[in-house]
């Protein structure tokens, strides 16, 4: 490949890796001006957040089959301009409704994105450790966007409004497309793909209703009419999930794969990660704006702490893994997330910031 076209690809996969990544941590600074400027509640603020995480986790196990059967420069272009798209209906939202739309949106998009993106780095980089190498950096430029999201959000929020956290997507949405369109070969395998449209359809109702149910939880009682109703169906559509995966020639998701001991333990692990460190990334910014009267940009700097460390960290966690052992470090991580946890509930509401950035 010409080398001018490999550096144009490669930008293009960092850039849609880095704008969807981008949207999971940029929006929680936004969280309580939007919940004034839309005059929502909680769970609406759940929902902007939970609809586009939703359409991510429900198609991303159908993007590579996409990528494989049409394309996978015509999947991921596709992704990067819906996802553009959705981001435009977001800025331009004047109510709660037509912003999940976008968000929603935002999450189908997304699903075509990420895992496009490695699959076109896999392929464009035969070598192994030039492959190596661009990925590790594809990793780490994605975590970079968890470290300046809340800052370039409340910057943004604070300066020029709440829509604009959405609309800084298009000029990077629209750099991508033009690099990625110039640089990226189109490769398909078309007789490997498990296109599962059954298995997409229950991924999608029990997630949906899973969610809904957790939220209306929240909001009207674990006993009313509506939550029991919806963790029901998210329920029997699990049940239907599985059986389904069972029976289908070419599943979505292969149960044979949780045979394997680790498989199955490290995506336990990376559940329990999301349900815990990362879902405390919701209520943090609540807390500095709500409760201890901090602007959307203060709110950003105070949450830089916690994503910088990751970051940092991350780039050494190769050597730290082969020194101390991969299942030792995972162990200490999660330790160390525990405690955080556990002192983040002895918090008041005139807590000094040193001591909660100590924390986080």
């Not at 494989?68 to 999947?75: E, H, I, Q, T």
């Not at 999940?100 to 999450?107: I, K, N, T």
């Amino acid at each position: 490949m010409n080398p001018s076209r490999r550096t144009a690809l490669v930008i293009a996969m960092y850039l849609g890796s880095f704008m969807a990544t981008l949207d999971v941590s940029i929006v929680t600074v936004a969280l309580p001006t939007m919940q004034h400027a839309l005059q929502t509640n909680m769970s609406g603020l759940q929902w902007i957040v939970d609809i586009y995480a939703l359409c991510l986790s429900a198609l991303m196990l159908s993007a590579g089959a996409i990528g494989d059967r049409y394309g996978r420069k015509k999947s991921w272009l596709a992704g990067a301009l819906v996802f553009t798209l959705g981001s435009a209906l977001c800025g331009l939202a004047s109510g709660l409704p037509a912003l999940l739309a976008g968000r929603a949106v935002q999450g189908v998009g997304a699903a075509l994105l990420i895992p496009g993106a490695l699959s076109i780095l896999t392929h464009a980089f035969p070598n192994p450790g030039e492959r190596a190498r661009i990925i590790g950096g594809w990793s780490s430029f994605t975590a970079l966007a968890l470290v300046v999201g809340p800052v370039l959000g409340g910057l943004l929020v604070e300066h020029v409004g709440w829509s604009s956290i959405f609309l800084i997507n298009l000029p990077i949405g629209l750099m991508a497309m033009w690099l990625g369109a110039w640089g990226i070969p189109e490769t398909s395998h078309p007789a490997e793909a498990a296109l599962d449209p059954l298995g997409q359809l229950l991924s999608v109702l029990w997630l949906g209703a899973l969610a809904y149910g957790m939220i209306s939880a929240n909001e009207q009682g674990w006993t009313s009419t509506i939550t029991l109703a919806s963790l029901s169906i998210g329920g029997i559509g699990f049940a239907a999930f599985l059986l389904a995966q069972a029976i289908v020639a070419r599943p979505l998701l292969p149960l044979s794969m949780f045979k394997n001991a680790g498989f199955s333990v490290i995506n336990f692990s990376s559940f329990v990660l999301g349900f815990s460190a990362y879902n405390s990334v919701f209520f943090l910014p609540l807390f500095f704006q709500q409760v201890q009267g901090w602007t959307p940009s203060q709110t950003g700097w105070a949450l830089t702490p916690q994503f910088a460390s990751m970051s940092l960290l991350a780039s050494f966690f190769g050597r730290i893994a082969q020194r101390h052992g991969l299942r030792n470090a995972m162990a200490a991580g999660y330790g160390l997330i525990g405690a955080a946890l556990l002192a983040l509930t002895a918090i008041g509401p005139h807590a000094s910031y040193p001591l909660i950035g100590a924390i986080l």
